[in-house]
């Protein structure tokens, strides 16, 4: 008998715990097996330099199953706590401090070792990504020797396009770190774990645009720059999605589970009334993959703040935590305030999967696509853009997916730069912030004054408020301390409540009756457009790679509200077009169309 349940405890093991781990499809995130028990390293136990060689063997063992949990403090002693409590995962500590019983216990799992100094880690790392090597000095060479492991090569020996010359096709094209050599710490491991180039140089440089135009369009950069717009833009530029992640740790592990993931609330709790402001408040960052892994669930000014609950907070995440480290967003989903005064709810954070600049990615539809994919991973409906042109023909390819339901948008300059207008696309809302809590703009009492002489009508744009509040420079206090301020009649609602009321109380009556009929169409479609013909200020034909085309169009009237616009794309190449309708409310409707 205790052959038999030992027979199946064993079976039962390798079924659940080396099970495969979940991916999207076209999800340019790497993946391995799921684990049963880690060992557990403490980063006090070590020094940085055996730290530093410690990240490649985690990542290296991640590529079959992760098996080494670097325990930081913070963020990552409660998702440990929260992968054996919930996950089944057993833990050993015994070889925390001994990196070189490590490596002797696991020696048959890379290939050998890479010289570096110095001057030269992230090349080191990024020659052990490419051979599964592990990075050392000159004075740990001699132990390694004793144990038989190789040399494989010597990072001094290379400049970075001398070691992108030599290892360029072993690289993933999916993922490439960019981080500064003082930070070498972290992302090691994810790096070596999915092959990616670790390096930084500046975004002008021509070596980091042919690392990054190598790339395949929706791969994603974890890391971060010296200065953020040149850093996106750069990212952007080259359809790809940046995840700021220059101190994350432990993700070859976090990555390799799987984890059902559900926002706790999505009821709508609002106390209607026609004579009131509404306020949205809604953190910001959330797109910072190592400030969710590490201070935001413990900081007292964040999610470790205990006054959660006494008011609706929006806050952002990023949706490729859902496969970057899922049984963490499973985690602060699950620690989320629910309470008859208020709850935390959560938005995609700029712009997306991870943050672009709209107006400059080339893939934009595609990404759009894969996001749509994302957020119903996530259980998000809300995607929060940061961005420099409100263009719609930026914000349509959003707003034509189904798991979208509306846009906070803000400008990169300044994040309230559109003063709170509100515009449709899609018959969605784009909603602009109106003021910044923000250091150096708005103070709680500088900005509740603000908003206690706003209107209060419901049926009004100027009835409503979206306000981001940076994270660095106020905290949850900020916020409920900018309530406490507020006058009669101005009331806070969740995200998901914000963007109900508006599309209950503010959508356009104007629209399409008929997309385009034909669509597809060989030459000529037609619109029926309900509005008087003289409402219609322009009809534009765009590319989906924005440029502007010309096509013979007539516009006639059919009664006092209803307009028939005739277009011939005879003309144009095969291909998809978007057909952007402008009023005179500055209103407009974007009509996609596939010419065959």
């Known amino acids: ?13 390798s079924v659940v715990f080396n099970q495969e781990v979940n991916r999207l499809e076209d999800s340019p995130y790497p993946s391995s097996n799921t684990s049963d028990s880690l060992f557990i390293c403490f980063d006090d136990d070590f020094t940085d330099t055996e730290l530093f060689t410690l990240q490649s063997l985690q990542g290296i063992l991640a590529q079959t199953k992760p098996i080494i949990y670097r325990d930081m403090g913070t963020g990552s002693t409660i998702w440990l706590k929260d992968l054996k409590d919930n996950y089944g995962i057993e833990t050993d500590s015994s070889y925390s401090g001994d990196l070189y019983g490590l490596i002797s216990k ?16 992230n090349h080191a790392i990024s020659i052990c990504s490419a051979v599964n090597g592990i990075p050392i000095l000159d004075n740990q060479q001699s132990f390694f020797d004793s144990l038989n492991i190789p040399l494989i090569d010597d990072a001094r020996n290379y400049s970075l396009q001398s070691l992108m010359n030599n290892y360029k096709e072993s690289f993933s094209k999916k993922v490439c770190i960019y981080q500064k050599e003082e930070k ?8 070596i774990f999915s092959k990616a180039p670790y390096f930084f140089e500046s975004p002008h440089h021509p070596i980091t645009n042919s690392i990054l135009s190598n790339m395949d369009e929706n791969s994603v950069l974890l890391g971060w720059g010296d200065d953020e717009y040149q850093t996106i833009s750069m990212a952007s530029s080259n359809s790809i999605m940046t995840h700021p992640a220059d101190y994350a740790a432990n993700l070859s592990v976090l990555t390799n589970f799987n ?83 208020g709850k935390d709810y959560f938005i995609a954070g700029p712009s997306g999967i991870g943050y ?81 809590l923000w250091g150096g703009f708005e103070s709680s009492y500088s900005l509740a004054s603000k908003i206690n002489n706003l209107p209060k009508d419901c049926n009004s744009k100027n009835g409503y408020s979206l306000i981001p509040v940076h994270n660095w420079s106020n905290s949850v206090d900020s916020i409920l301390n900018c309530i406490d301020l507020f006058n009669e ?61 010309l096509v013979p169009m007539s516009i006639a009237s059919l009664s006092n509200n209803l307009t028939q616009i005739t277009l011939d794309f005879e ?26």
Not at 106 to 121: Q, T
Not at 269 to 278: A, G
Not at 297 to 324: C, H, M, V, Y
Not at 386 to 411: R, V
Request: hydrophobic share 35%.
């Open 106 to 121: 696991f020696k048959s799992e890379f290939n050998g070792y890479v010289l570096y100094d110095e001057e030269c880690k």
């Open 489 to 549: 009649n101005i009331n806070v609602v969740s995200p998901d409540e914000f963007i109900h009321l508006i599309k209950k109380n503010l959508s356009p009556q104007n629209q399409a009756l008929h997309l385009a009929n034909p669509n597809p169409t060989f030459d000529k479609t037609k619109i029926e457009f309900k509005a008087n013909i003289n409402k219609i200020k322009n009809v534009k034909i765009y590319g989906i790679n924005g440029c502007e085309y």
């Open 184 to 191: 070498s710490t972290f992302l090691g491991d994810y790096s």
């Open 259 to 341: 984890s059902e993931i559900n926002q706790k609330n999505h009821t709508l709790n609002i106390d209607e009334n026609d004579s009131s402001h509404y306020v949205c408040f809604v953190m910001s960052d959330g797109d910072n993959i190592q400030w969710l892994l590490n201070w935001f669930i413990t900081d007292n000014r964040w999610f470790g703040n205990s006054n959660r609950g006494k008011a609706d907070i929006g806050w952002t995440i990023s949706p490729a935590l859902s496969e970057l480290a899922p049984t963490v967003m499973s985690k602060i989903y699950s620690e989320s305030a629910n309470t008859l005064n």
């Open 571 to 596: 003309m144009l190449k095969n291909g998809k077009y978007l057909i952007k309708i402008d009023n005179d409310d500055n209103q407009n409707q974007i009509i996609p169309l596939v010419k065959l």
């Open 356 to 436: 672009i600049f709209p107006e400059k990615y080339n893939s934009l539809i595609s990404q759009c696509e894969l996001l749509n994919r994302y957020m119903d991973k996530s259980d998000l409906g809300i995607v929060n853009i940061i961005g420099n042109k409100l263009d719609n023909l930026s914000l349509y390819p959003y707003l034509s997916q189904a798991n979208i339901d509306g846009i906070f948008y803000y400008d990169y300059a300044n994040y309230s730069a559109h003063n709170g207008d509100i515009i449709f696309v899609n018959n969605k809302p784009v909603i602009t912030a109106r003021y910044n």
């Open 1 to 13: 008998m205790k052959t038999i349940v030992f027979i199946y405890l064993i079976l039962y093991s």
